[in-house]
């Protein structure tokens, strides 16, 4: 007959029932109902150049996932920046990263930086049909007093409708704690640029 009732010493690998008031307390304790908690999500179009999330790193959390999807930039080429933000606002200076790209043609390389005024997740992008970008970005410890860790992953179609590739990772900064964050839509010349699209979810990992 399968075990029912408290179980104090291992919910992880209970085979089991739980009973309503179990489930109750796992719910509000965050270890029930899968192994990420969506926290925030958020939307632009056209009218903004940028896409911002406040306060969304806590405590509660040591890794969170940020998954963004449908980038498309007004202008081909247009590429997608991340930045933290800290108790003052955005943090514009300071970055470290390293990443690795390929694409579809056989093209490779590196883009790296040691004082970087963002976090370089993707090349630049196309506008046309069917030349969307997205990616997911896992940040640790966003709420410690160290500085900020990212690693990064996107996957996309250029410009000249050839798909891409890019990973990496890197950091805030300064080290101290970082609650939000934010995207910025920045074109080849490297100043701001209308954003069509982007969708994004915030969600945090469970510790189960």
């Not at 925030?40 to 896409?51: P, R």
């Not at 704690?177 to 490297?190: D, L, N």
Request: aromatic share 12%; glycine share 12%; proline share 3%.
């Amino acid at each position: 007959m399968p075990y029912i009732g408290t179980q104090p010493n291992d919910v992880k690998k209970n085979t089991g029932l739980y009973t309503p008031s179990e489930i109750l307390e796992l719910t509000k304790d965050g270890h029930w109902g899968g192994s990420y908690e969506l926290i925030v999500t958020g939307s632009a179009d056209n009218s903004a150049q940028t896409l911002a999330f406040d306060n969304c790193f806590t405590t509660k959390y040591g890794l969170y996932l940020i998954h963004w999807k449908d980038f498309v930039p007004a202008n081909d080429e247009n590429t997608i920046y991340f930045r933290f933000k800290n108790a003052s606002g955005e943090v514009s200076s300071g970055y470290q990263y390293a990443n690795f790209f390929n694409n579809a043609s056989g093209s490779s390389g590196e883009v790296k930086s040691t004082s970087a005024t963002f976090l370089n997740i993707q090349g630049g992008g196309g506008t046309g049909t069917n030349e969307s970008q997205q990616g997911h970005i896992f940040v640790y410890a966003p709420a410690g007093s160290d500085r900020t860790m990212a690693s990064y992953s996107s996957t996309y179609v250029d410009q000249n409708a050839v798909y891409n590739h890019e990973m990496g990772g890197g950091n805030s900064g300064t080290a101290e704690a970082t609650p939000g964050f934010m995207f910025r839509s920045i074109s080849s010349g490297g100043t701001l640029g209308n954003i069509n699209s982007l969708d994004v979810s915030v969600y945090g990992v469970k510790s189960l």
